[in-house]
């Protein structure tokens, strides 16, 4: 099940600017930083209270995050929502009608299980569910 809001993702397309502005203009501290080579994605987390903001960035200026940034620009990416039990949350969401970006669970940063609902499911937005490594 859906225990938690796990962070919400911000597409920026100067990774060390953006970083910059987290740290000294908003006062928040940098938790993690991570290249996902498989997502080709770099990520920086700030955590606020139960939850993180995540900066993403592509790495070597490839992969999903770049085309995003190419036709939309920065701004919000995604929210993802932290599971429990993924798998059941997969089929209980495709029972219901939900389309996934990928057929099964990837791993992300941090080591999670990730999967994203495509938009179209959701109003629009991208939802990520992760489930955080053991």
């Not at 938790?31 to 996902?36: A, T």
């Not at 620009?73 to 929502?81: A, P, R, S, V």
């Not at 629009?124 to 489930?131: F, R, T």
Request: glycine share 8%; with cysteine.
């Amino acid at each position: 099940m859906i225990t938690g809001l796990d962070h919400i993702a911000i597409a920026v397309p100067d990774f060390k600017k953006a970083i910059k502005r987290f740290m000294e203009d908003f006062g928040m501290n940098i938790d993690d930083r991570e290249d996902v080579v498989a997502a080709k994605t770099s990520t920086a987390f700030f955590p606020v209270a139960d939850t993180s903001v995540e900066l993403v960035h592509p790495l070597n200026g490839e992969g999903p995050i770049a085309a995003y940034l190419d036709k939309r620009g920065g701004g919000l990416h995604h929210i993802c929502f932290r599971s429990d039990d993924i798998e059941a949350d997969v089929e209980r969401l495709s029972e219901k009608g939900y389309q996934f970006l990928t057929d099964t669970p990837t791993f992300g940063a941090h080591n999670a299980r990730v999967i994203f609902i495509h938009p179209k499911s959701c109003d629009g937005v991208l939802i990520e569910l992760n489930q955080p490594a053991e």
